[in-house]
């Protein structure tokens, strides 16, 4: 596996950023989502890590999408990002480990930076492709606009150890039919006035 350079992640967290008055700094805020969000202010233009406009819709959705699981054992969030939903995944579910998966080395050092800020003992990033991952390993898998999710059962199928969780978050598509996955949990939701829905499909292997 890719390993994230210290140098890279020494430089980014050094950065003098200009910072908005309005955001609480990483050092008082309490809450990991509160740290989260004042690093994701203060690096989201810089790094590209989200779209312009208000970023509490990512939480909002994260929350929603993640709060009601109460996960346990071993979790992944493939293609990490910028931390959705992964860290509230580790924020709310205290007694899961989630590994946050980002093959991108900036993104990486983003969410180490998150991490260690917001003080989250249960999650660890690791800077590599989902290919790379072992097999038959987790106990779920969560992921937000990773893969699409007739695709994201391949995931599944790879990664989840039997009666493993895959939880596909979706807008207005049907979640996927397939004779190895049940389904567990549908939580509906909506962001901004916007149907979403988070579909936990059982892995039957």
Known sequence: MAALTTGYRARLEDRALPADPSTPSPRDA??????????????????????????DPHFDDAEAAVGWLAASGAWADLGSGAGFPGIMLAETSP??????????????AFLEAVVAAAKLPNATVVCTDAAELPRAHYDGIVSRAY?????????GRRLLRPAGLLVLLLAREEPPVAPDFELFHVERYAVEGRPRAAVALRFRG
């Open 30 to 55: 309490q809450r990991p989502r509160d740290v989260h969000r004042a690093l994701l202010e203060k690096w989201r233009k810089t790094m590209d890590l989200v779209g312009p406009g208000p970023v």
């Open 95 to 108: 007694g899961a480990t989630v590994t946050l998966v980002e093959r991108r080395q900036k993104r990486c």
């Open 147 to 155: 893969k699409a999710p007739i695709d994201m059962l391949e995931e």
